[in-house]
């Protein structure tokens, strides 16, 4: 599973929940009354809002259930397990990314672009040169033009 995007918010909607994860809103009320630290925080409104932890347990919950294929009780003692080894906000992390690394990651990308925008210049800038290079002064005797 590629690493889910998450806002950098402090609170999300159920909606917004829904399709950051990529299932629908009662599946999330199913898995918080299937797992109960799942269990969203009330707005004053009686609206569930979620936390950026909440969504990285969800996602969580989702590898266990959808890709590695567990049944809801294997991923309770997955869950379990990884708790009492301390690995559990570890594999939490493991399958999302904030918009700040995306930002960091997307300028080093920029800046590869940038590289290889500057060498496919050179590389026309060669090409124009052995193509004509009477236009940029250069006599090279005994060469044909076709």
């Known amino acids: ?16 929940v829904a399709e950051i994860v990529g299932v629908k809103p009662y599946v999330i009320r199913f898995w918080e009354g299937e797992f109960p630290f799942l269990a969203a925080d009330k707005a004053k409104s009686g609206q ?9 347990s969800l996602i969580l919950v989702k590898q266990l259930l959808h890709v590695e294929r567990y049944s809801i ?14 690995k ?3 594999a939490m992390s493991k399958f ?23 060498l496919q210049q050179k590389f026309d800038e060669l090409q124009k040169l052995i193509r004509a ?3 940029h ?10």
């Not at 402090?10 to 909606?15: L, M």
């Not at 569930?48 to 990285?56: D, N």
């Not at 009780?73 to 301390?86: D, P, V, Y």
């Not at 999302?96 to 500057?118: H, N, P, Y």
């Open 96 to 118: 999302v990314t904030s918009e700040t690394e995306v930002i960091q990651i997307g300028s080093k990308v920029a800046k590869e672009d940038i590289q290889a925008l500057s």
């Open 1 to 16: 599973m590629n690493p889910v995007l998450i806002p950098d918010r402090i609170y999300f909607r159920i909606g917004d």
């Open 48 to 56: 569930r809002v979620y936390r950026r932890t909440h969504i990285e």
């Open 133 to 135: 290079p009477e236009v």
């Open 88 to 90: 559990l906000k570890e």
């Open 137 to 146: 002064g250069i006599v090279v005797p005994g060469l044909k033009r076709f």
């Open 73 to 86: 009780e294997g991923a309770k003692k997955k869950l379990t397990e990884l708790r009492r080894e301390g």
